[in-house]
């Protein structure tokens, strides 16, 4: 089922979301905030993950809220909704729910990895439609081009190396590096803030 969303408004954004098309049939409801994240024990409660049998797990409401509002927000920007890698991105954000069906560790491994390659994705392909150069070709490299072109502040960058780029790193070349689901929950929550935060900045651009 296609829905068709036409100027959705997000109060904490201030920006309309336009010819948004959504290959689903669940309804949103839309909850983002600048870069601001819950308290660790908020966050464990809405976010906690119910057990099914041989270890496996049902993804949470709010998980699922989340992903769909990030599908909304990269739907609603013209220089992600017609790039080539859309489908590449969306895919990526659709194998972050269906993780959670991976017994135990693994799951939270794939959970991380999807998440990332989600941000890395998304971040080159507005690098690339504002025509900057990234120094590498990597999530470091695309936050580095956010900042230096005032998209990121200095602040903003720190918190996403600290959290994403360090924690993504530790958990994908570390071997024997595991994580519970709520550390993968948590880096995921950072990335939709991330995303948020820069589509916020750049509605002050109209890019």
Known sequence: MTDFLD??????????????????????????????LMPSSAFERQHSLVSLPGGSRRMSHK??????TLRVLIGGRSCLCNSSRLT????EINRIATSDQVP??????????????????LLSEIVRCK??????????GYLVALHNNGIVLSSE?????????????????????MLRSIDANKILNKMHACVVTIISAFNKNRW
């Open 157 to 177: 960058k720190r918190g996403y190396d600290l959290e994403l780029v360090h924690v993504r790193n530790r958990y994908m070349h570390e071997a024997g590096a």
């Open 63 to 68: 998980k699922k809220d989340r992903l769909d």
């Open 88 to 91: 590449d991105i969306y895919g």
């Open 131 to 140: 025509g900057w150069t990234a120094h590498t070709a990597n999530l470091n």
């Open 7 to 36: 100027s959705v408004r997000f109060p904490d954004l201030r920006f309309p979301v336009t010819r948004i098309c959504l290959f689903t049939g669940t309804r949103f409801r839309f909850t983002p905030t600048r870069a601001s």
């Open 104 to 121: 135990r560790h693994n799951g939270s491994l794939l959970a991380v990895l999807y998440t990332t390659r989600t941000l890395d994705t």
